[in-house]
């Protein structure tokens, strides 16, 4: 059977793709790598961060809605410290979240971060 490597990227719809932008770049910390142009206007984007994470935007607001509150994008945080550094972080910028809980595996995961179109995005430390 032929392996698989990890995720290459995960794709995400918004509906507004200049303020998701910022968001993903204020908040994550993620930068453009790639501007995906259609007739003259940014339709999408891939954003990247300096290690593994790669996460595409594709204007599509119709998606983006019936998506809103659903956690569809977890993203690993090295250490439980970590997942407290994060929590500073999003306060300093002050975003709202719902705190840190226990995992499944008993580490630590934030919860409640939303990017501007209402998607719960969590950060995991096992």
Known sequence: MA?????HHVKLPVSDIERSREWYERVLGLTVDI?????????????????TVSVALRVDPLRAAAMSGFDAMA????????????????????????????????????VGLHDPDGLEIRLYAD
């Open 75 to 110: 993203l690993a945080v090295p250490t439980r410290a970590d997942i407290a550094r994060w929590q500073k972080r999003l306060d300093e910028l002050g975003e709202p979240h719902a705190g840190i809980v226990s995992g499944h595996r008993g580490g630590s995961v934030l």
């Open 35 to 51: 501007e995906f142009v259609e007739d003259g206007t940014v339709q999408g984007l891939a954003l990247v961060d300096a290690g």
């Open 3 to 7: 392996e698989l490597a990890g995720f």
